[in-house]
């Protein structure tokens, strides 16, 4: 399993002119992946912008939507764009869509949210389509443009079946994604995909004394939600060992990567989470050995 | 801080304990409109696991409530003269009189302030205390002063039932089974103390009905009165069981189940808790079980959260989303008991099992971890089906099946992926070297998806299809390659995509159209696009409409002579076929469009046709929608109708699934997600079916047969991944025959 970082794009409290710094320092390892998450009422940095900050100061890492709100923008616009950025930081683009879950942010778009998931299927074919028809080109030489969809409702793992190559499961416990991962995989064999769906998944961490912090972030950013927001907040990870075990316990789930976000706005979260990343690999590396 | 309850029943009394005893310093006061003994209701039933936290909760009333509650293990189901137990359960009842005492005792030891034939005439007068409690019932005054905030739903299921109890011994929870001439009743059945039980007695309206029992009208009783003509039928109805026992009534009458949730438990510094919240019919649960875990909830969440205002969402937030789950289940198990008269006949292993599983929080495998004994015996009655006895007890899915002429080895399946690298229909090697695979995996039947019975009935321009000879001779050479391997009874599954053609390889997607210059024509039942990007099909004509059946019919024989021992008609999932039988695709207003008799008519012909060219001792298979899982798509009868007509037509297998009959359809994936459909083709229909569908695993299998919801079963796909110990000794195998040789003959020593 891969294990990427969010950059610190949808934390009210952050330094903007941070955001490529961290890009640059995740760029040195041993992180796989730099995600970016979207919210448009919120003090929050759009995420294609600041991706394309952190394709301009990296060489190595993957770039990552997760998500993009696809049904609040125009398509061949953001087709534009998403290809755009593919081909700036070429091939290592990855892009999550889904209809995002508040209210807020399509009541000031142009774009209604009723028929949003619709709409989402036809944007999903349609960047397909435009990408390989060649009506929107850019320079360059990359691989095909990756799409993954996000959600666990029955319409979105149709949707993510039917046209995507991967799904972006948006975290919950351990046993309940693994329930959620032979869900995903159902839906790819019911649509007559071969092989498999690629699976990534999420996670909230804050490390280093500042649980609290990272706690008040989730509840504010999830108010949305109601009585939830407690229970994401719960699912915060604040220690070296939750992490590894939440990671172990996705990557037995069948997770092929999993992307870890900031909740707090400083550079050492970013520090600390390398470091715990670096010691679990050694570690592994450590006792596969003898089975070899 | 000032706490005010209203209502003193089990849920508000055990939260009013909890919040003093957690701070005496509290001022906690019950309001109960009742006197302190003028209680209705028979028994309690408590699981385990709420004991255990009733335990850690308060012990002083947990101790006094242990001493006084009935306990036992089993589970029994009486239906068809057998009595079937199931133990490894944990239960514990106490009867709801008792159980309000020992609460009441404790309240007041605590300093309550429990105020008895107090009705709170209006809640706004309580509006001045620190937090408000609506603990006060089904009917809940609470809940309808804030009906806007807590934007409750009350659901009338349609199941009438009336509660009563019994001096008749019964040692375990029993569900008895019973008939009369007006139709079936269920009797829910738990003792609570020595020599008393609680009987509660259930029928669908319809039962109600036709057995006179809506004679006393319920609301025309006065309070406390009971339905005493019900009660002596009831007595009649169940004398068997009842030795000369008396059903005992206590403000006994019928009453309609209703369910209850909330979009919101909290309004401010108000939180519903107990019935008022939610309920959860009685087959799953008690509700004051649940009540009491509300209190347990709110208090944990007042004591260890800063703020009241975190901590009433910190409640909310844990027991919400628990309770959900609970009426989740609940309504399967609704859902079971008004489509029982569907498995009536069923043996009773299988109807016990059926039951025993209804909520589906109980399957094959956690079934025998609670009571393998009683799974082994369900194992052996399912094999013995066929008249011998195993000694040693197999699961439902390594269980021989005759279908039809065809002997299956065992009731799984396997549908392979269809090809993705056919040039104009010839299929691929690495396909064919896959299909070798996979018919040595096991499985007793192995279909290749996606044959096309001619080049424009493609789905995509690299399937494969058997409408050439010289494609028939590819399969064959395969097929014969894939005999040295296994055993399966190999098969194709024949598709003419019809609308769904004309699409671009699977690997980035499916129904992605082709460019205009490369698509071919494409037919259906009516010009009614698959999905809002599929090019437009034309209306089928009549003229046409041979010439299909033929390449259905040239393709099967060219099947039957590669050696191929099934086909299976693809008739589902928005083809060409599935394009007729469906309203929602079928617009014609010919002899093929409108009812259902007409809709199957051009289908039928099909079938008819390959079944006379497919010889007689060879499997045949048809795939169907038994849903189009949209608004106004196929409904049952027709489903039924057409099964019906298809098991004329010398159709030896139907395989059920859903939806796909458009790109509209809305499914859901759960756990065996088609196998509700496959239950009503097998069960309200006739003959073996067969249904596929997120089963990963045999267990899964193993439970979609015991539960008598299908017959075979496609195993899910990705086939479970071979750790590298395994696959590391296989390619050892290739490189060294006599070293692996030893290694194999040790591993099966050891196994």
């Excluded at chain 1, 125009?74 to 070429?90: G, I, W």
């Excluded at chain 1, 036809?122 to 095909?144: M, T």
């Excluded at chain 1, 690999?281 to 003898?290: E, F, H, Y």
């Excluded at chain 2, 919240?277 to 009685?282: G, P, Y």
Aim: hydrophobic share 40%.
């Amino acid at each position: 399993m891969k294990v990427g970082v969010g950059l610190p794009n949808g934390l009210p409290g952050v330094d903007p002119t941070m955001v490529a710094q961290w890009a640059r320092h995740a760029d040195a390892g041993p992180l796989d992946s730099l995600a970016v998450v979207d919210r448009i009422v919120y003090d929050s940095l759009d995420p294609v912008v600041s991706l394309a900050a952190a394709a301009a100061v990296t060489e190595r890492i993957e770039l990552v939507t997760s998500i993009l709100i696809a049904p609040l923008r125009e398509t061949s616009t953001m087709a534009k764009q998403l290809l755009s950025l593919h081909a700036m930081a070429p091939g290592r683009l990855t892009a999550g869509l889904a209809i995002g879950a508040r209210g807020d942010d399509y009541d000031v778009s142009e774009f209604g949210q009723a028929t949003r998931g619709q709409r989402l299927t036809d944007q999903l074919g349609r960047i397909r389509q435009l990408e390989e028809d060649g009506e929107v080109r850019v320079p360059g030489d990359h691989p095909p443009l990756r799409l993954l969809i996000g959600g666990t409702s029955g319409p979105a793992l149709s949707r993510m079946a039917q046209l995507a190559d991967g799904w972006l499961h948006n975290g919950s416990p351990p046993r309940l994604f693994h329930q959620q991962v032979a869900e995903a995989h159902a839906a790819w064999a019911d649509a007559g995909r071969p092989g498999r769906p690629e699976v990534w998944s999420m996670a909230y961490y804050a490390l280093g004394d500042t649980a609290e912090a990272g706690r008040d972030y989730l509840l504010d950013y999830y108010a949305f939600t109601g009585a939830f927001a407690q229970r994401i907040a719960d699912g915060l990870l604040t220690s070296p060992l939750e992490i590894r075990d939440y990671s172990q316990a996705y990557a037995d789930a069948g997770c092929d990567h999993l992307l870890l976000f900031p909740t707090v706005p400083t550079l050492d979260q970013l520090d600390l989470l390398a470091d715990v990343v670096t010691s679990a690999t050694s570690t592994s590396a450590g006792t596969d050995q003898p089975a070899r | 801080m000032r706490i005010e309850c209203v209502g003193g029943g089990p849920g508000g009394l055990y939260t009013a304990i909890l919040l003093k005893a957690g701070d005496p310093s509290r001022d906690v006061v019950v309001h109960e409109r009742n006197a302190a003994d003028d209680t209705f209701g028979f028994g309690v039933v408590f699981s385990a696991a709420t004991l255990r936290g009733l335990e850690g909760a308060d012990a002083p009333s947990f101790e006094r409530l242990w001493e006084a509650c009935a306990r036992w293990d089993p589970v029994e189901v009486r239906y068809g003269g057998e009595r079937i137990r199931a133990r490894g359960n944990s239960f514990a009842a106490i009867s709801r009189h008792r159980l309000l005492h020992i609460l009441q005792e404790r309240a007041r030891e605590l300093g309550v302030d429990l105020r008895f034939r107090d009705e709170v005439a209006d809640v706004s007068d309580l509006m001045d205390a620190d937090l408000v409690l609506g603990a006060d019932g089904i009917n809940s005054r609470v809940r309808a002063h804030f009906a806007e905030h807590f934007r409750p739903r009350l659901t009338v299921e349609g199941s009438k039932f009336i509660w009563l109890g019994t001096t008749q011994r019964f040692d375990a929870f029993t569900f008895i089974f019973t008939e009369s001439d007006a139709g079936r009743f269920q009797a829910h059945i738990y003792p609570f103390s020595a020599g008393v039980g609680t009987f509660i007695v259930e029928c669908s309206d319809d039962t109600w009905r036709a057995a006179g029992l809506d004679a006393v009208n319920s609301d025309d009783l006065a309070p406390g009165e009971s339905d005493h003509a019900t009660i002596a039928h009831l007595q009649d109805l169940f004398a068997d069981h009842l030795d000369g026992h008396d059903l005992v009534a206590n403000n006994s009458k019928w009453l309609d189940w209703t369910t209850v949730r909330n979009e919101s438990w909290r309004h401010d510094r108000v939180v519903l808790l107990g019935d008022a919240a939610h309920t959860a019919h009685f087959s799953i649960g008690s509700g004051t079980k649940l009540a009491m875990e509300d209190a347990m909830a709110l208090a944990d969440a007042i004591s260890t959260t800063t703020t009241l205002d975190h901590a009433l969402d910190a409640y909310v937030s844990a027991r919400k989303p628990s309770v959900e789950g609970i009426q989740e289940a609940a309504s399967e198990s609704l859902d079971w008991f008004a489509r029982y008269g569907r498995y009536w006949g069923f043996d009773p292993p299988q109807f016990a099992y059926s039951l025993l599983t209804r909520s589906t929080r109980v399957d094959y495998d956690n079934l025998r971890q609670r009571d393998h004994r009683l799974v082994d015996d369900l194992d052996r009655w399912y094999a013995a089906r066929d008249g011998r006895v195993p000694l040693v007890p197999r699961a439902p899915a390594f269980d021989p099946i005759d279908v039809g002429p065809t002997r299956l080895a065992n009731r799984l399946a396997l549908v392979a992926t269809p090809d993705d690298g056919a040039v104009v229909g010839m299929p691929s090697s690495q396909h064919l070297d896959a299909l070798v695979r996979w018919a040595d995996a096991d499985a007793a039947l192995v279909l290749v998806d996606g044959v096309a019975v001619s080049a424009t009935g493609r789905a995509t321009i690299t399937d494969a299809g058997v409408w050439t000879d010289e494609q028939g001779r590819r399969w064959a050479e395969a097929l014969a390659t894939a005999r040295r391997g296994g055993d399966a009874r190999v098969g194709l599954r024949l598709v003419h995509a019809g609308p769904r053609g004309a699409t671009q390889p699977r690997d980035r997607g499916i129904g992605r159209p082709l460019p205009r210059d490369r698509a071919w024509p494409l037919v259906a039942a009516s010009p009614v696009r698959w999905s809002s990007t599929a090019h437009r099909p034309v209306e089928l004509d009549v003229g046409d409409m041979e010439a299909v059946v033929q390449d259905h019919v040239e393709a099967a024989r060219r099947a039957a002579d590669a050696g191929f021992d099934a086909i299976e008609i693809h008739a589902g999932h928005g083809g060409l076929l599935a394009s007729f039988l469906s309203p929602l695709t079928n617009h014609r207003d010919d002899d093929h469009g409108g009812d259902i008799a007409h809709r199957m008519r051009f289908p039928l012909r099909v079938v008819e046709g390959v079944r006379a060219a497919w010889p007689r001792d060879r499997l045949l298979s048809v795939c169907l929608s038994a849903s189009d899982l949209e608004p106004d798509g196929i409904d049952h009868d027709d489903v039924l109708a057409v099964v019906d007509q298809l098991r004329a037509n010398g159709v030896d297998l139907v395989h059920v699934v859903s939806g796909q009959t458009t790109a509209r359809s809305r499914p859901e994936y759960g756990p065996a997600f088609n196998a509700r459909w496959s239950d009503l083709v097998r069960n309200e229909g006739s003959g073996p079916v067969m249904t596929s569908g997120n089963m990963p695993t045999v267990d899964d299998v193993n439970h979609v047969l015991m539960s008598g919801q299908a017959d075979v079963c496609v195993l899910g796909r990705p086939l479970p991944a071979l750790p590298d110990w395994l696959t590391g000794t296989r390619t050892a195998e290739r490189v060294d025959i006599t070293t692996t040789t030893e290694r194999t003959a040790g591993t099966k020593e050891q196994a």
